[in-house]
Nanobody, 125 residues
Framework: VQLQASGGGLVQTGGSLRLSCTAS????????MGWFRQAPGKERVFVAA???????YYADSVKGRFTISRDNAKNTQHLQMNSLKPEDTAVYYC????????????????????WGKGTQVTVSS
């Protein structure tokens, strides 16, 4: 099972980026998929998640600026990040978990079953 993230980069404050994560190796039917991020010297924290049926949940710090979506037929999820701030600078990790009742449940990092390699997002001031 692999999760491959892409779309990171360098952007100025106020700019936008779109991250993508493609799952391979098995079908992710029923999985909650989501994103975490880790800034230098800090712990990995929850960003957003989406359930198989499309229910979403966001960290307060990104609510209203980030939008998570998924394409179940392609085993792919996306994170549209708008109005980026320097504090959004981090390595972003995609994640997947089975057996969660809601997208909100993924906000507990210990409930993640699969992690992808990170993609760097840098927001310059």
């Amino acid at each position: 099972v692999q999760l491959q993230a892409s779309g990171g980069g360098l952007v100025q404050t106020g700019g936008s980026l779109r991250l993508s994560c493609t799952a391979s190796g098995r079908t992710f039917s029923g999985y909650v998929m989501g994103w975490f991020r880790q800034a230098p010297g800090k712990e990995r924290v929850f960003v957003a998640a989406i359930s198989w049926s499309g229910g979403t949940y966001y960290a307060d710090s990104v609510k209203g600026r980030f939008t998570i979506s998924r394409d179940n037929a392609k085993n792919t999820q996306h994170l549209q990040m708008n109005s980026l701030k320097p504090e959004d600078t981090a390595v972003y990790y995609c994640a997947a978990a089975l057996g969660l009742p809601t997208a909100q449940a993924m906000s507990v990092a210990g409930l993640v079953g699969y992690w992808g390699k990170g993609t760097q997002v840098t927001v310059s001031s």
